[in-house]
């Protein structure tokens, strides 16, 4: 690895710092009601959107009410998206004709979009139309970030206010969310896209001409459409020539802008931002790249603001960046140590000035190794998911990183909103062993933690924990999982593994070769993302509430402090602790079982 | 609010993209399709191909691009995939050992290490780029089979790298179709000044 | 008086107490019991499945060898003895004190009285048929029958079977001296006592009750720790669960190597879960109380202790807490006109026949400095004027001279009526005197008719006790506010603060001040800690969060308090908070210790229980272990084993020292959660050894 790779991935980190704080200032005063002169224009907007809904932004919600609107609000929105799909072939902008989604996987993708999972048993071009990716798809990665976001301030203010059982307004936040913040950056990022290469257009699928005619030999079929068997019994083969090539395009920009601000990451095509159309040049990845972190790390400053001490958020980034940092550093070391036994084949896989070298399976040459590790583990440190590179063709640790950011419960930078309340959850417990440690009942930012606190942090972290090991347990067990996996034994493991580690988590990047586009899949995969995003986020609303409700205590020098190194190194270890020693039996098992074969056999 | 919200992101917004997009950036929005000459396709006209989108080369006259796993054909643009294939997997090793023979087979000598992008699947199957090693490497092969100097086909490959973008982004590579393109246009116009001569 | 603390204090593992645990600990194996701790409940699951596992094998369908099932089975056994042990032994304690208590609550004949009078008819009556309101009389001799408030009548108490405190205590009627505790014996004199428990409900009682934890409850703390290590345990419970099928498959995929067996997956569960915190949790918050006890501080609930580490705000009474009680004379000040010799002798004559530690004081400082000798005041044919409330001065008559000495306006009526002057001069000495919070005393005298004559003023000072000044210092870093509460006027009171490092002080304090004081502090979110005695401290003391009254205090004080300290010191409140803060770091130590624990058995277990699977993962059997089969079994003894050797820290406590939350954090972390994470790689490896030696494994 080069000075050259060293110094984008340090730009990356430097440029997502910088600009934690002035956007992370902008959505403190958005959500505090104190919206920044130069996005006022939209304010009239706002208040239309209130008139038209028969909302009433000065009525505020107790936590039932909060968590019930966003309920409600998910469940039309899951019945939408599924009739969208379902009914696609008779509705416009269905230029390639894409036939009705089967009942299975419009639930799953139903499920999954609007769990902010964005997880796709199915390859965007050959499945959906434009108007499903519109009006369904997109629409829900702006709302379901935007829900998210909801849920992070609703908490947020469970520690500002003091004795009330008011968290704010739902759908005030879900439109503030997404009206001032997800909207104004998404058209800035999507433009910035398409300048690069990134398509945007309503034309149906283009075609070229191929310099090079091919050809490729498929099964005859008989009329029944049978394969036709010779007298060996093998099928018959015919050649079918190729002179031309079908260029796949769409609305992808627009999509794509929101799918990586909003943590998305269900891509436009299949390959997901591999795919040139969807990442087209070093810079496009650049910016894809960053916006994965941008929000999640503002808001961690957002929340300093919000609750009157900047070094709160300070510490929680400060945690959340080392985090990502070794790991990062764990992941680009493995992907540039390939498979040593390609050099015996005669491979040359150091890098150098005039190639990228490394493990280059799955990984596209315009970004090479150090950028294909730099999105493998921020997309999963968020809950974003999309990818820039095949894990499934990751050395066994390489591909053991994305996989264990997830088991954490997404809580590195995390999900937009979600990522920081799944991040609070874990300070929750924290503060609780490290408060006992000075011997007071434990309090953060003012708010004691006691029983009830405790009950809800307990059932955020589990709920996912549960999701990915029994997801994964009864995957295993049915009939189907032999014909979903596509490599053998360890790996073939890790790639059901990792499929309910995404799910259950709500990330929504996958071992692509697993094969989940089955009813059997479809239906576990769906539950587990359900179970991921609900039973956390309600806890979480109703944490927001018993805090709310709360005394303020006044801090002394005996109260734990929570802003300084040593309470970050103490964070880091529980998030590590209690995430990840759930998963070491599987992850055992899985990829560092093929890790240890892999070089063991050297 | 789901319906104001649908209208809002789900018709409004993309609608906006796509004018300003089909304005200011016709090309790019609409797929960077190319013409023979490599330059961007202005109005009708048949495409030559995307300049971002690889297109599969077997042939020993041209540069091959990168192994691609989609089906069923490689370089398949409307169904982009990977192998998805473990480094474990051994189909993925008898992958590379028929790679890396047939490329033997193409003249590299055996003691000569092949670049491990010429061997390895692409994540989207639609890479349209190599890596400069993986360029050089078939320089031979190339000039000999279209009877051109390995020098003029060099010069050709070093004036198609593509440098780390503002300098410091990405990986310096090799857009295959645009080289391949560029190097039927010297052959063209090298007919054309054979015929012209006289 | 902290003497009584230590003589009451048995060593760690007292021999009676242990052998009673042992037995204890068998009988706590019931299910019933065991149920109230998740963590342990599973371990018992555990234990029985494997127990079954065992017979099983021994029928030859066993899923390994039976010796291996039945080491791991009886191991878990083990964990769970040890774990009643424990708190057994925590009991035990309580139970050796209980027993101490329990004979002085004997059944003795009382004297009722049929009036409540010392001269009305005696009716003699069981003290267990008395009830609330009779009135009996005890004489010299006798014991109290039930605890009760003296209505008539001064006597000499020993009350060393409640506090272990030997010297007698006087008890009289009205005041807040007047209640008695049942099961005390009366020295001299006798008391008429108005019954104010019923049986089995006295202070006695409720003591035995508390110490003995019969119905000890859990703490809220106690219970949000539970809710986490239950929440843990469903988490490794799971993970757990899930490796079978996880095995299953890649066994049946593979086509070789052996599905992991149970017998291993009760084994790591076990070593998974948080056992170590989890035996020893309630053996924690009990031994927190005998912690108090040993303080002699009866602490009416397991809540009371806890609240006391969270305490920020501690209200203490300047008397007797911060300042010696009394005041010093530390000047003589003359008049002009008058040699200070003069002064310093009128003044020791003046308080020769004055008891009051004032005078005493006097006496001294003119000795000590001006080398007058006291003398007999009989032989001078003196006659002493005592200090009454009408004239405010108190002096000496002699030969015609009059000496009197008080306060500055009473002196100053005195000589104005002796046809004296006050010197102006005088006045601003005093009022400088006052400002800086001491107390002026002006000494006049009249003699034979004449004009009467200021002598000068007398500084009498509150001495501020030593080392207070650094406790409180102390209670600042660990974050806790110090309020003086003071009858004091605000000047005298801002200087003793001063003196004494105090954060903020209340003068004048009437019971209503204290009250709007602490409600303002709780309001503000604090926690506020104080004591009392007297009945009028009673709605302060319920309204404090921690509340200490003292024993001497009345029945009131005592009721409204969550706390009583049988020594009466005030300044015990700072051990109350330290004692609670200790119970509360304690628990997070072991807590941390017990999750980073979890780290090292991972290595121990995953390539034991993997190994025929995938042989590779032997790589990850760092600690070089032997076989498989004794490192799942060091592990487990280890997990056994570490509750043993954790008891007298749970017992004891994690040792506390007065510091700021930071460095306390960083030390417990440093120490509980790196010794957690290194300690069992030795640990095991050691037992790994040692079961190689011993051809176990």
């Known amino acids: 690895m080069s000075a050259w790779e060293w110094a984008q991935l340090a730009l990356y980190f430097v440029v997502l710092l910088l600009l934690a704080k002035p956007l992370g200032a902008f959505m403190a005063a958005v959500y505090e009601g104190r919206i920044p002169g130069f996005v006022r224009f939209l304010a009239p907007v706002e208040r239309g959107i209130y008139r038209v809904c028969g909302v009433r932004p000065e009525v505020e919600h107790n936590w039932k009410q909060y968590a019930i609107a966003m309920l409600m609000f998910h469940v039309v929105g899951f019945v939408f998206l599924y009739g969208l799909q379902r009914l696609q072939v008779y509705l416009p ?130 009329a029944e459409g049978n394969p036709l068997k010779d007298g060996q019994g093998e099928p018959v083969m015919d050649t079918v020539a190729v002179s031309e090539q079908a260029l796949a395009v769409g609305p992808a920009a627009s999509q794509i802008a929101i799918k990586q601000l909003g943590t998305n990451g269900g891509g436009f095509f299949n390959v997901n931002s591999a795919h040139p159309f969807e990442n087209s040049t070093p810079f496009s990845n650049f910016l894809e790249c960053l916006a994965i972190l941008l929000i999640p790390a503002a808001l961690c400053y957002t929340f300093g603001v919000m609750v009157k001490d900047t070094r709160q958020g300070w510490a929680l980034l400060a945690a959340m960046t080392v985090m990502c940092l070794g790991f990062l550093a764990l992941c680009v070391h493995q992907e540039y140590h390939p498979d040593p036994q390609l050099a015996a084949l005669g491979v040359m896989t150091t890098d150098g000035a005039d190639m990228p070298g490394g493990n280059l399976e799955g990984k596209e040459v315009r970004f090479g190794v150090a950028n294909s590790a730099l999105w493998a583990t921020t997309t999963t440190c968020a809950s974003n998911g999309s990818v820039n590179s095949m894990h499934d063709s990751y050395m066994p640790v390489g591909g053991l990183v994305p996989m264990v950011l997830m088991q954490l419960g997404e809580v590195i930078y995390g999900g937009v909103g979600s990522g920081l309340y799944g991040m609070i959850v874990f300070v929750v417990i924290t503060v609780f062993i490290g408060g006992l440690m000075v011997g007071r009942t434990p309090e953060y930012l003012g708010k004691k933690i006691e029983a009830h606190e405790m009950k809800m942090a307990s059932i955020a972290v589990l709920a996912p924990c549960l999701a990915v090991l029994a997801g994964t347990a009864i995957a295993v067990m049915t009939a189907q999982v032999s014909a979903s996996i596509c490599n053998p034994l360890p790996h073939g493991f890790s790639q059901v593994l990792y499929a309910f580690s995404s799910a259950g988590n709500n990330n929504g990047s996958a071992f692509a070769g697993f094969g989940a586009n089955n009813p059997t899949m479809n239906l576990l995969l769906g539950l587990a993302m359900l179970t991921g995003r609900f039973w956390v986020k309600i806890p979480v609303i109703a944490l927001a509430g018993a805090l709310a409700a709360k005394k303020h205590i006044p801090v002394s020098d005996g109260t734990l402090p929570t802003h300084t190194p040593l309470f970050v190194a103490m964070l880091i270890a529980v998030v590590l602790i209690v995430g990840a020693l759930t998963f070491i039996p599987g992850l055992a098992l899985g990829p560092i079982a093929e890790h240890v074969q892999l070089f063991a056999a050297k | 609010m789901l319906i104001v919200m649908t209208v809002l992101t789900g018709l409004i917004y993309p609608l906006v993209i796509t004018g300003i997009a089909q304005v200011v950036f016709p090309s790019q929005a609409n797929g960077s399709l190319i013409d023979r000459e490599g330059k961007p396709l202005a109005g009708g006209g048949a495409a030559a191909g995307s300049a971002l989108i690889g297109q599969p080369f077997d042939a020993p006259q041209y540069f091959w691009g990168r192994p691609s796993a989609t089906a069923p054909f490689p370089y398949h643009a409307g169904a982009s995939t990977g192998s998805n294939w473990a480094v474990t997997n051994p189909s993925q090793t008898d992958a590379i050992k028929a790679r890396v023979a047939k490329l033997r087979e193409s003249g590299i000598p055996a003691g000569q290490p092949i670049p491990v992008d010429l061997v390895t699947a692409s994540g989207s199957g639609l890479d349209p780029h190599i890596s400069v090693a993986a360029a050089r490497i078939q320089i031979a092969r190339v000039a000999s089979a279209r009877g051109m100097s390995e020098q003029n086909v060099r010069r050709l490959v070093e004036q198609h790298i593509e440098a780390r973008q503002f300098g410091i982004w990405g990986e310096p590579r090799v857009n295959v179709l645009r080289l391949n393109l560029a190097l039927d246009a010297v052959r063209a116009e090298s007919r054309l000044a054979a015929v012209g001569a006289p | 008086m902290m003497t009584t603390a230590h003589s009451k204090s048995r060593p760690l593992f007292d021999p009676p107490i242990v052998r009673r645990a042992l037995l204890d600990s068998l009988i706590k194996l019931h299910p019933r019991h065991q149920v109230r701790n998740p963590v342990m409940f599973v371990v018992l699951v555990g234990a029985v499945l494997t127990l079954i596992l065992f017979f099983q094998a021994l029928g030859g369908h066993g899923e390994a060898s039976p010796l291996f099932i039945l080491a791991i089975s009886l191991w878990l056994w083990f964990t769970l003895l040890f774990a009643n042990f424990a708190e057994a032994m925590a009991e035990g304690r309580g139970k050796a004190q209980a027993d101490t208590l329990r004979k002085a609550r004997r059944e003795i004949v009382a004297h009722k009285l049929a009036e409540p009078r010392r001269s009305a008819a005696i009716v003699p009556t069981p003290s267990t048929e008395l009830h609330k309101g009779d009135c009996v009389l005890v004489e010299a001799g006798a014991f109290i029958p039930l605890d009760g408030e003296v209505i008539e009548g001064v006597a000499s108490v020993d009350e060393s079977a409640v506090t272990g405190e030997s010297a007698p205590v006087i008890r009289e009627s009205g005041g807040d001296r007047s209640a008695v505790t049942g099961g005390t014996r009366v020295l001299s004199d006798w008391l008429v006592i108005r019954i104010t428990s019923n049986p089995g409900e006295s202070f006695i009682d409720r003591m035995i009750g508390l110490v003995e934890g019969a119905k000890r409850q859990k703490t809220p703390n106690e219970i949000a720790l539970n809710i986490l290590l239950a929440g843990m345990t469903i988490i490794f419970l799971m993970a757990v669960a899930t490796l079978l099928p996880f095995s299953l498959f890649t066994v049946t995929a593979l086509g070789h190597g052996d599905v992991i067996t149970i017998t291993v997956l009760v084994a790591l569960l076990v070593c998974l879960i948080p056992t170590t915190i989890g035996g020893l949790l309630s053996a924690i918050g009990i031994a927190g109380m005998d912690r108090m006890i040993q303080a002699n501080v009866i602490a009416m609930s397991g809540r009371a202790v806890e609240a006391a580490g969270d305490v920020d705000t501690l209200l203490l009474d300047k008397t007797g807490t911060i300042t010696l009680g009394n005041r010093e004379a530390t000047e003589f000040i003359a008049a002009d006109g008058v040699r200070i010799e003069e002064l310093a002798d009128a003044a020791q004559l003046s308080s020769l026949a004055d008891e009051t530690p004032e005078g005493r004081s006097i006496v001294v400082l003119a000795k000590h400095k001006y080398g007058l000798r006291g003398r007999d005041i009989e032989k001078m044919h003196a006659h002493f004027v005592p200090f009454t409330a009408q004239t405010r001065m108190s002096g000496v008559d002699m030969s015609g001279t009059r000496i009197r000495k008080g306060a500055a306006d009473a002196i100053q009526r005195f000589v104005e009526a002796e046809k004296g002057v006050f010197p102006p001069n005088l006045r601003s000495t005093i009022d400088s005197i006052a400002k800086k919070g001491e107390t002026p005393l002006v000494v006049a005298q009249a003699a034979n008719g004449g004009p009467a004559r200021v002598l000068g003023a007398v500084r009498l000072k509150d001495i501020v006790k030593g080392g207070i000044r650094d406790r409180f210092a102390q209670l600042r870093t660990m974050g806790i506010k110090t309020i003086m509460i003071t009858g004091d006027n605000p000047l005298t009171a801002a200087s003793i603060a001063a003196e004494a490092g105090v954060d903020d002080f209340l003068a004048e304090a009437t019971p209503e001040a204290k009250l709007k004081l602490i409600r303002e502090n709780q309001a503000g979110g604090r926690l506020v800690a104080m004591c009392g005695d007297g009945t009028n401290d009673a709605p302060a003391l319920a309204q404090a969060d921690v509340a200490v009254a003292m024993n001497t205090g009345t029945q009131a004080a005592k009721e409204a308090g969550n706390m009583v300290d049988l020594d009466s010191n005030p300044t015990k409140l700072i051990e109350v908070v330290e004692i609670g803060k200790q119970l509360l770091i304690t628990r997070g130590a072991l807590t941390t210790f017990s999750i980073a624990n979890d780290v090292s058995k991972y290595f121990a277990i995953i390539p034991a229980a993997f190994v025929t699977t995938y042989p590779a993962l032997g790589a990850l059997n760092i600690m070089g272990l032997a076989t498989p089969q004794s490192a799942i079994l060091s592990a487990v003894i280890f997990n056994a084993l570490i509750i043993i050797a954790l008891i007298p820290l749970a017992l004891r406590g994690v040792k506390y020292r007065a510091a700021r939350a930071q460095s306390l954090l960083s030390w417990n972390l440093f120490v509980y959660g790196v010794g957690g994470l290194l300690i069992p790689f030795v640990g095991i490896k050691l037992i790994d050894l040692l079961l190689v030696a011993l051809r176990l494994a």
């Open chain 1, 93 to 222: 902008l269905n230029p390639a004709n894409m036939a009705a989604v089967t009942p299975d996987c419009s639930f799953n993708t139903s499920v999954s979009f609007v769990t902010n999972t964005n997880w796709q048993g199915y390859g965007g071009e050959t499945t959906m139309s434009y108007l499903t990716q519109m009006l369904g798809l997109t629409v829900q990665n702006f709302v379901s970030a935007a829900a998210g976001m909801a849920v992070l301030v609703a908490l947020i203010r469970g520690f500002v206010r003091r004795q009330t059982n008011a968290i704010g307004n739902y759908w005030v936040d879900l439109t503030r969310s997404t009206l001032y913040i997800l909207l104004p950056l998404s058209i800035v990022l999507a433009l910035a896209l398409v300048s690069q290469g990134v398509v945007q257009t309503f034309r149906p699928y283009q075609t070229a001409t191929l310099l090079q005619p091919t050809s490729y030999q498929q099964p005859k079929l008989d």
